[in-house]
């Protein structure tokens, strides 16, 4: 490592590093003239002074530090109001950290480049050719605006509280029975996804001839992947987020003890429903495993519907960020931050009401699907919503 920083800079390298000290100083240049300049007539006037400077190249730089809006002309009707959307966002987020990169993009652009490369699986270069860029500086470009979407993670994907979390709730069984009977509203499910990703430096498989994302699947080494445990809402909106490595064993632990240590995030007589391998307590609820009668069958049955949403929100979720079927990133931390960004996109695409329909498939598991922990209280009120369940259903077909 200490041989390679003394080493000279490559021809590539060099260009980039020009590229931002020209952008800084033509910026630091306009900043000034900015300040001594009356309003009105600023643009008009800061140009003729600037005899050295192509108009163009300032132009650019004026409005890539302003964040103006320039949206693509070749968008269509839907993509310009995303581009747009998210671009207000950005602009309207606390943090005033420019976009990194050099100063040929506006905001809207930027926007535009980086859900390119979330939403197709296309490579660096061909978004080169397409917005007219050098790779590296893409690459600064795209991380740098998911590190501003990742600061808006808990403004986007948040725990609803008060009336909001009301007027999520949804009862656990379609038939007619009454919240005092014992049977729970329902706040969100609980489950998990994989992304496979690159495998680190030494770790890589020796038979390369196999297919990428078939090793990531097969492949002894845990963090290959990384596991993406949501909570989803009716309408498969993300109201939790988790993201660890493969080798994480965590299955909800964590969001467990949070939500016995916090009882005012759970409306009175509500739970979670989570996928088994997750703990079973007062507050989540997970299906029966083992030898089953009929009481426990209906049971299960009755979890499943409410797990089909989160499946399909996960199938909406790659279907549009169709970057996350292998992200080609061997390191951790930039894989993760990929991640959530298009976990706070998804509730942005939610909230805009453009949702993407994917093709809902079984996953081959990365955990074992027994049943994870248990705790007597949970034990207790499964039971007793499993026999008020089945005695209905009983009632109900005589």
Known sequence: MVEREWQPLSPGELEQRLDQAVE??????????????????????????????????????????????????????????????????????????????????????????????????????????????????????????????????ERLIRWPVGTEAIEALVPL????????????????????????IRLPMGKHDVDSTVPKVKRMKTEAYADSWLNLQLVCDINGRFLHCRISKGSDVDRGSALRDKLKDHPEMMPSGSCLVAQAGYPLSAQILTPYSGSLGPREELFNKTLEGHFQILDQAVANLKARFQRLQYLDIGNYDRARVVVLTACVLHNVFQDMGQVVQGDVEKEEAAFSEVEGEVDEEGVQRRDTISQLLFKNFDSGSR
């Not at 069984?173 to 496979?196: A, D, R, Y």
């Open 24 to 153: 800084e100083i033509l910026e630091a240049d306009l900043i000034a003239k900015l300040k001594t300049q009356p309003p009105p007539n600023l643009y008009v006037q800061l140009l003729p002074s600037q005899a050295d400077v192509q108009p163009q190249v300032l132009q650019t730089t004026a409005s890539n530090f302003q964040e103006k809006d320039e949206t693509p002309e070749d968008l269509h009707t839907s993509d310009h109001s995303a581009v747009q959307y998210i671009a207000d966002l950005l602009q309207s987020s606390k943090s005033r950290t420019r976009m990194a990169g050099r100063a040929c993009l506006s905001l809207s652009q930027t926007v535009q480049l980086s859900l390119t490369l979330l939403s197709e699986r296309v490579s660096y270069r061909s978004v080169s050719h397409r917005f007219h860029l050098e790779k590296g500086n893409i690459h600064r470009i795209f991380f740098s605006f998911c590190e501003r979407i990742n600061m808006l993670g």
């Open 173 to 196: 069984s379609s038939q007619e029975m009454e919240e005092e009977q014992g049977v729970p509203l329902i706040l969100g499910v609980l489950g998990h996804t994989s992304i496979p």
